[in-house]
């Protein structure tokens, strides 16, 4: 079966996804993590990427980043960010081989209708697989920024958290309010299978808009349609 071909645009905020090679453990320690951060801190840096909200699992990561107007500046984020980090394991570990699945997953977000759902459901990821009861007590998520409990130099505020307060305390209020509970069963299912597939978490008219703005091929979804 031939691969979905990966969508990206540019000044479009994405959703990622990668998981360690046969679903194995991609971090083994706290500083696995930290240092994985700080190549995408670097990777911010380089190339002029917005990052808004990401969640270290020990399988798998989570990522929300916008590029510039070099919508291939994603790609070479994740390479970097898979290279670097296979690299460093596999030294400590006397290991040989792929860490990550070779292609990670990548879907445009419609700002207005799914940015922040998208937001929860990655800050929310360790809630939902019972790691944590709250998300604030998972260290490696963008939650504890995002809800106002620590501060990051690097992660940016996306145009929909931005929008809920003028003031970063209300919107942290706000938001921490929103994250008592998960998106809807509806909303995780269609950001889920819109991830997976590699097309735009956004309503038909979005995709129709990304359609008509570039020369980029978007598939057909499968039937059923998020709801406006």
């Not at 194995?24 to 840096?45: I, K, M, N, P, W």
């Not at 997953?105 to 209708?113: L, V």
């Not at 130099?153 to 958290?161: E, M, S, T, V």
């Not at 209300?170 to 938001?175: G, K």
Request: aromatic share 10%; charged share 25%; glycine share 6%.
């Amino acid at each position: 079966m031939p691969r979905v071909a990966r969508i990206a645009f540019a000044h479009t905020p994405h959703h990622i996804y990668q998981r360690g090679h046969r679903q194995q453990r991609v971090f083994f320690c706290d500083a696995d993590r930290e240092d994985y951060l700080r190549t995408l801190a670097e990777c911010r840096e380089a190339w002029g990427l917005r990052v808004y909200a990401y969640c270290l699992m020990d399988n798998h990561i989570h990522l929300i980043v916008e590029p510039g107007a070099q919508c291939s500046h994603l790609s070479l984020t994740m390479k970097r960010l898979a290279g670097r980090h296979a690299r460093r394991i596999n030294a400590r570990h006397g290991w040989r081989g792929p860490l990550w699945e070779s292609r990670f997953k990548c879907s445009p977000i419609e700002s207005e209708r799914y940015l922040l759902t998208c937001g929860r459901y990655i800050d929310l990821n360790p809630v939902r697989a019972k790691i944590v009861e709250r998300p604030e007590q998972f260290a490696w998520s963008s939650y504890g920024v995002r809800a106002g409990f620590r501060h990051c130099d690097w992660l940016d505020i996306d145009p929909a958290l931005n929008a809920l307060a003028v003031t970063h305390k209300r919107r942290a209020e706000i938001y921490r309010g929103l994250c008592h509970s998960s998106p809807s069963a509806s909303d995780l299912k269609f950001v889920r299978a819109a991830l997976h597939s590699n097309l735009p978490t956004g309503t038909e008219e979005y995709t129709e808009l990304l359609r008509a703005q570039s020369q980029v091929r978007i598939p057909n979804r499968k039937k059923g349609r998020p709801r406006k």
